[in-house]
């Protein structure tokens, strides 16, 4: 018999388990093949089945984000035919795909309606009337954040589908910043329209095309057509003709009493867009119907004529003034000095180097040119940048000459600014004397930014 030592320590047998990580194909999970994430896109896991429902779709809607290969279909003559998806909790997503791994099924015509709470709807993307049969689609959204969404088929036809793909994304704030040359570091900042400040990104075309919020982008042409050494200073614009209107100085109005619209033609009833500044200095677009040589009254009393446009389906056939009211002879103010934008026969626009800077905003001017462009050419020209500050009187910004041969172009390194309600005109004047029948052609581009 054996002997049992008593005062042997008691012995723990322990059964070797396997604790090692495995994928669900076998592989250990390492480097090569790390575990999945639920960060990226809705998994099965991420869905409240209870509260899901597959319609009339054959298989199970975990189905569609576990498995590629099988397809799920409805080959009912329901239309529409329809899935629901719940969410375990809100989910924020910008992109849904679908896909049909059979070739010989498809699916279209496609509504997405996403939800809220209680179901309420708070978004829909609607293809419905899209009849494209497709195996495989990516649908681009604004960023949503919803609970669930409600995908719909309209149409009779049967539609197959193996998977849905739901993107999920989390907002992140970075602050980005750069070494500067004494090694410190400073942070690089964004504009309210979302550009790095180290870009050059708010000019230029992003100005013109109006992605930069805030800016616009204004270019002011206009020509004298028809003066002479008498005149002096002869502001660039449509009135500065001997033959026609026979203002050389242009005329302000001191308050909005710019009121009215006439064509020196009976047969002119066109659209005219007209583009001013009311009583409180600010932009003001509106579209006037003419009615030939007999007074239109605008719909909006103005202090200052930026632009007329005729944006109707033919030319002008006369001459076309916006004035303070005034009396008329066959549709042309007899007193010149009321009117303040005239439209030459043949441009259907006006051409006035005038501007005034709207209330709320800072006007940039980036740059100036001048030529001539008269019958007497053999002369030289004084081309003066004028602008009066709100309250003030006209003060010089900048002058040059000019002659037959010289065009000129001023680009500033640096844009002047010039604040709100500031009048801005371009003037030119004849440095010989005796000379007539002279014109002249000049503008500005400026870039409107609200302050």
């Not at 009215?260 to 047969?267: D, P, R, T, V, Y």
């Amino acid at each position: 018999m054996a002997t049992i030592n008593s005062d042997a320590p008691p012995r723990t047998v322990v059964n070797a388990v396997d604790a090692r990580l495995i994928t669900s194909d076998g592989r250990d999970v390492g480097a090569q093949y790390p575990l999945s994430t639920s960060v990226d896109s809705i998994y099965s896991m991420d869905l409240d089945l209870d509260n899901c429902d597959n319609g009339g779709f054959s298989r199970t809607v975990s189905n569609y984000f576990e498995d590629l290969k099988t397809v799920n279909v409805d080959a009912s003559a329901t239309n529409p035919k329809s899935i629901k998806l719940w969410f375990n909790r809100t989910t924020q997503t910008h992109t849904i795909g679908f896909g049909c791994d059979d070739l010989t099924k498809s699916f279209s015509n496609i509504k997405l309606s996403f939800l809220g709470s209680g179901e309420e709807v708070r978004y829909i993307w609607d293809g419905s009337a899209d009849s494209t049969k497709r195996n495989s689609y990516l649908i681009d959204l604004p960023s949503l954040a919803a609970n669930g969404v409600l995908i719909e088929f309209y149409t009779a036809d049967e539609i197959g589908l193996s998977n849905i793909f739901v993107a999920k994304f989390n907002d992140v704030f970075a602050q980005l910043s750069a070494a500067k040359d004494d090694d410190t570091v400073a942070a690089i900042s964004a504009t309210d329209s979302g550009n790095l400040r180290v870009t050059d990104a708010e000019s230029g075309l992003a100005i013109a095309k109006g992605d930069v919020v805030g800016h616009a982008y204004i270019h002011k042409f206009g020509r004298a057509p028809d003066f002479d050494s008498g005149d002096g200073d002869v502001t660039v614009w449509d009135g500065a003709d001997d033959s026609e209107v026979n203002e050389m100085q242009y005329n302000y109005s001191t308050t909005a009493i710019i009121d009215s619209l006439s064509s020196a033609n009976a047969g002119d009833t066109q659209d005219i867009e007209v583009l001013g500044l009311d009583s409180n200095y600010v932009l003001t677009t509106q579209t006037i119907t003419i009615t030939g040589q007999t007074r239109k009254a605008l719909t909006t009393n103005l202090i200052r004529v930026k632009r007329l446009r005729n944006v109707g389906s033919t030319n002008l056939a006369g001459e076309l003034y916006c004035y303070e009211n005034t009396a008329l002879t066959a549709g042309v103010p007899i007193d010149t000095t009321k009117v303040r934008a005239a439209i030459v026969v043949g441009n259907n626009q006006t051409e006035m180097a005038i501007y005034t800077v709207p209330a709320g905003k800072t006007g940039y001017l980036r740059q100036w040119f001048a030529s001539s462009s008269g019958a007497k050419k053999t002369t030289n020209y004084l081309i003066k940048l004028m602008a009066r500050p709100f309250g003030q009187v006209f003060q010089l910004n900048h002058s040059s000459s000019i002659s037959d041969t010289s065009p000129y172009l001023h680009t500033y390194v640096e844009p002047v600014s010039f604040s709100e309600k500031t009048d801005i005109e371009m003037r030119a004047s004849l440095t010989d004397t005796g000379v007539t029948e002279a014109a002249v052609s000049a503008g500005f581009d400026i870039v409107l930014v609200d302050n």
